[in-house]
């Protein structure tokens, strides 16, 4: 069980009754993803998800608090493909959503990128209620090219001050991330002049929109009927959608064809239609964002996230200790590195 959890499993499942006012309850599964770990449980006949995440720390995101939020809003104004929200526990650190049977896909149609767009559109078109604008900024939003630009620096510089010194690590920043970094900023920097957009220029809130971050694919469930459930959303908030989308194409998770990439593009610029600068800003900013991913990867580095991934249980092979999964998420973020310097973006022109 989770190591912020009471370590005596039955005082656990004793709270779990309690908050689930049951009479029986037991847990059928667990999962572990990147920060949080999910128990399936069946308390009277019912079956719940159960989030646990890990303790709240000062001046992080409180993941609880934002997820939490997010599904009363969603259950709110019943927006579709979204579990219901059951109850909550902010000392224990729960919270408690339907349990969808089904399986996280890893094959994609057609029709699998369609229900994505359609969920991005129903979020999209909530920006005008009152009960919308309460809402935070998405984590990390990226409203402006400087901001992205700081993002992507600040990561590099933390990961180049770690006080645990990698050579291997230190080597590719350096000499081959640095170096792509440096041409990819000024491509956009003169992209965004040639087309009047200001670089340091925060997006005018009427072409921000409401985004769940951190999605796609590996983070649904497809029902026995075809039909994708979406979850997760410990990020979501206020952004420039042009993020959410790089990051739809960028997810390391997200094995997209193609056909299914320029299907994403062509369904996420609809949705977004009204910015008449949505591609132009796509455009310029798609292989930086895919820098910020390669960094992303080498977040196992870093003590504090190794300790979450510890919480969540996501490596359960004891033989895959940390050096030999920091390695690994090297090789990872090198192979991106050469995706960013070879591959053109999707979207063709401007």
Request: glycine share 4%.
């Amino acid at each position: 069980m989770p190591s912020s959890q009471p370590n005596n499993q039955t005082e656990q499942l004793d709270k779990l009754k309690s908050l689930l006012a049951c009479e029986s309850l037991h847990v059928v599964a667990k999962k572990g993803g990147g920060n949080s770990v999910v128990l399936c449980v069946e308390a009277d006949a019912n079956k719940w998800a159960v989030k646990s995440y890990p303790p709240y720390a000062p001046l992080q995101r409180d993941r609880l608090a934002a997820e939490l939020m997010v599904y009363q809003f969603l259950n709110q104004h019943q927006i579709p493909a979204v579990p219901q929200l059951k109850t909550f526990s902010e000392t224990d650190r729960w919270l408690v959503i339907d349990w969808i049977d089904g399986n996280v896909p890893e094959q994609y149609s057609a029709s699998d990128v369609e229900q994505c767009v359609q969920f991005i559109r129903s979020i999209h078109q909530l920006n005008s209620l009152p009960a919308a604008k309460a809402l935070p900024l998405a984590a990390e939003a990226c409203l402006s090219l400087t901001i992205l630009l700081n993002q992507i620096k600040q990561r590099l510089a933390r990961l180049q001050s770690l006080p645990e010194k990698h050579a291997d690590l230190n080597a590719f920043l350096e000499n081959e991330f640095s170096v792509v970094l440096e041409k990819c900023e000024q491509r956009a920097m003169n992209g965004f002049l040639a087309n009047k957009i200001k670089p340091d220029g925060e997006l005018s809130k009427d072409k921000r929109s409401l985004i769940p971050a951190d999605f796609g694919f590996h983070n649904s469930i497809r029902d026995v009927a075809g039909k994708l459930y979406f979850f997760d959303f410990d990020y979501f908030g206020w952004d420039d959608p042009v993020k959410l989308l790089a990051d739809i194409l960028w997810h390391p998770k997200m094995q997209l064809t193609s056909e299914q990439k320029q299907q994403f593009i062509n369904g996420v610029a609809d949705v977004y239609s009204s910015d008449p600068k949505f591609l132009t800003r796509f455009y310029y900013t798609w292989p930086l964002f895919g820098l910020r991913w390669a960094l992303i990867l080498l977040n196992e580095f870093i003590p504090a996230f190794w300790q979450n991934r510890q919480h969540a249980g996501t490596y359960d092979d004891l033989a895959q200790n940390q050096a030999e999964t920091q390695m690994m998420q090297l090789q990872r973020a090198k192979a991106m590195l050469k995706i960013v310097q070879e591959i053109e973006c999707p979207y063709e022109t401007v």
